[in-house]
T-cell receptor, first 114, second 113 residues
Framework: KQEVTQIPAALSVPEGENLVLNCSFT??????LQWFRQDPGKGLTSLLL?????REQTSGRLNASLDKSSGRSTLYIAASQPGDSATYLC?????????????FGGGTRVLVKP | DGGITQSPKYLFRKEGQNVTLSCEQN?????MYWYRQDPGQGLRLIYY???????QKGDIAEGYSVSREKKESFPLTVTSAQKNPTAFYLC????????????FGSGTRLTVV
């Protein structure tokens, strides 16, 4: 059974520092991996989607890498801002799962201090 | 703008009562999903539907029911059999196939009073 882990569970950085968020998964047989942002009491906002054949995706200050062989993905946020404070979740669609169901990690709660 | 609408934003349920959470999408997505989020536990799948008039149980389906009579709509009923329904409920949708990402709604917070 696929398991997704995000460590650390919480992270605090000063404004301007680069953020590095980690996601690991136990089974490399995945269709894709998606990073989401969640603000308190809100739904999930999709940040980046990486297909299994891709190594990375970029959007503005965000860059996500995928290494299927080692079961890891990393989300980089350059020059962090207080507005980046949120919980970041990664999720995979396992190849063996019916219905393209997402399996989520527990999330990393980020605080960017001014 | 296309998206997913969940209503209501907040819902209060009395003991023994059934309540229904609404989820509507205008993205022309085939598949729809319901997740439950509890503090410190992450998101867990309740039910999902890949096509109209068909749906499948997720990991924690007990005490819940769904219907998919229209492509756009996937309501979730929390029945009195669900012993601990207080949680944040999220609806999501996606196109069929592995190359598409999920879109989520803004959630419904259900509280038992």
């Amino acid at each position: 059974k696929q398991e997704v882990t995000q460590i650390p569970a919480a992270l605090s950085v000063p404004e301007g520092e680069n953020l590095v968020l980690n996601c690991s998964f136990t089974d490399s047989a995945i269709y894709n991996l998606q990073w989401f942002r969640q603000d308190p009491g809100k739904g999930l906002t999709s940040l980046l989607l990486i297909q299994s054949s891709q190594r990375e995706q970029t959007s503005g200050r965000l860059n996500a890498s995928l290494d299927k062989s080692s079961g890891r993905s990393t989300l980089y946020i350059a020059a962090s801002q207080p507005g980046d404070s949120a919980t970041y979740l990664c999720a995979v669609v396992p190849s063996q799962a019916a219905g393209n169901k997402l399996t989520f990690g527990g999330g990393t709660r980020v605080l960017v201090k001014p | 703008d296309g998206g997913i609408t969940q209503s209501p934003k907040y819902l209060f349920r009395k003991e023994g009562q059934n309540v229904t959470l609404s989820c509507e999408q205008n993205l022309n997505h085939d598949a729809m999903y319901w997740y439950r989020q509890d503090p410190g536990q992450g998101l867990r799948l309740i039910y999902y539907s890949q096509i109209v008039n068909d749906f499948q149980k997720g990991d924690i389906a007990e005490g819940y029911s769904v219907s998919r009579e229209k492509k756009e709509s996937f309501p979730l009923t929390v029945t009195s059999a669900q012993k601990n329904p207080t949680a944040f409920y999220l609806c999501a949708s996606t196109l069929q196939g592995p190359n598409y990402g999920y879109t989520f709604g803004s959630g419904t917070r259900l509280t038992v009073v």
